[in-house]
DNA sequence: GCCCCGAGTAGACACTGTCTATCCGCAAGC
DNA sequence: GCTTGCGGATAGACAGTGTCTACTCGGGGC
């Protein structure tokens, strides 16, 4: 690992720097290159685009993403467990690293359609994700009541925490939580998750 | 209702028109006012910023949603029925008007901490329409188990729907139903509104 | 008749992404 | 040893953006 690292790699990281520090509306090709101590023309090598740096920049957070599931989950087999880590795990990417989780789910700037200069399409970077979800969703509920297309149910359950992630950030949750103030102020995200590991999975057995 | 509507007016609209035919991001200042027949400073006189516009016109947008509501809840009685109506309305608008619904929680382009020109917090926007969902979820569970919070579960019940959009629309659960080719192509969606409903208020009654 | 003032115009400024021509350093070839 | 070629970076140009400011124009009040 040389510290000299091409100057490719070094554009990504400074992107990420920015998306998570400033957010995602600051992160300009020219400020990135300015950063990395380059011309502004200098990405074009290796970006051909502006969205194609963007591209890049989330398909570093989707792999940092599973890296993060990954470690969590290290030493859990329940399913339930699992999913449970899943969960929390996926709401405090979307709040720790707010910038990032809104630039990879925006697709007008993204090239999801088109091929990255390396790498499979960025829609399906999320595909080997969704899988381990379905396999622990189907884990999860061959012990309880008939299968009932365990994709379907990791997909909607899947939902529930993107939104739940979305809609937090965005504010209008906790707004409202706060008018019909039932739950404590700090536990009221956590109280989500498990309404939301709840309804889509059934009660937890303790 | 007079055809020389004020330009305030006028901007707004055409702004809504571009957004739902063109996508949020090639909504800029100039290009309404052009389309317009104005001047590119004329804008400025009653939105001092490109954001304040941009809240105008989700602000809008918000408004389009309950309308629809209203009416496509008109006649019904079942909470039950009531809230499947709801659901279907919300990721029907969505992807009908993909640009709108983008727009609207992408708080990083809306005035969404200061108070627009004219009216509340546009994040307040939504608290009318979450008032009917819990009172709707309330209705709903005193027929079931213990109450449980009912602005808990209506919280939960809006991020699954709204993930569910979210994740439509971009694409990726799409692609994995295709993977687990169970469910055929035209009832996915229907099938995942289903699972959402069935999920967070219990199973249906017939 | 004059003045003022609100509404809209038009130009400037700094900035952006993209395109293009140019230049520098360094290896290979003769 | 000198030239050649070329990948990698530079810098300028261009159209476009949002914002700011000076200006103009027309109509109502005194």
Same mark, same amino acid.
């Given at each position: 690992m040389k510290t000299e690292s091409s100057l490719r790699e070094r554009l990504v990281e400074v992107g990420v720097h920015l998306v998570m520090t400033?957010?995602?509306?600051?992160?300009?090709l020219r400020e990135i290159a300015r950063r990395a101590g380059?011309?502004?023309?200098? !990405?074009r090598r290796y970006f051909p685009t502006h969205h194609s740096l963007l591209s890049a920049i989330a398909r570093r957070g989707f792999a940092d993403l599973e890296a993060r599931f990954s470690a969590a989950m290290a030493?859990?087999?329940s399913p339930r467990d699992l999913l449970g880590v899943f969960a929390r795990e996926y709401v405090a990417y979307a709040l720790e690293c707010r910038g990032m989780f809104e630039l990879m789910f925006r697709h007008e700037l993204l090239d999801s359609d088109r091929h990255g200069s390396?790498? !499979?399409r960025l829609r399906e970077s999320t595909l080997p994700l969704f899988e381990r979800l379905v396999a622990l969703v189907a884990e999860c509920r061959s012990a309880a009541s008939?299968?009932?297309e365990p994709a379907v149910t990791a997909a909607a359950f899947w939902s529930a925490l993107h939104g739940l992630a979305q809609l937090w950030t965005w504010g209008s949750l906790r707004l409202v939580l706060d008018a019909h103030g039932a739950v404590p102020d700090g536990e009221r995200l956590d109280r989500l998750v498990a309404e939301v590991l709840d309804a889509h999975l059934g009660p937890a057995v303790p």
């Open positions: 400033e957010g995602a509306a600051a992160v300009g380059v011309s502004h023309g200098a !990405p030493g859990l087999t390396d790498g !499979p008939p299968p009932e």
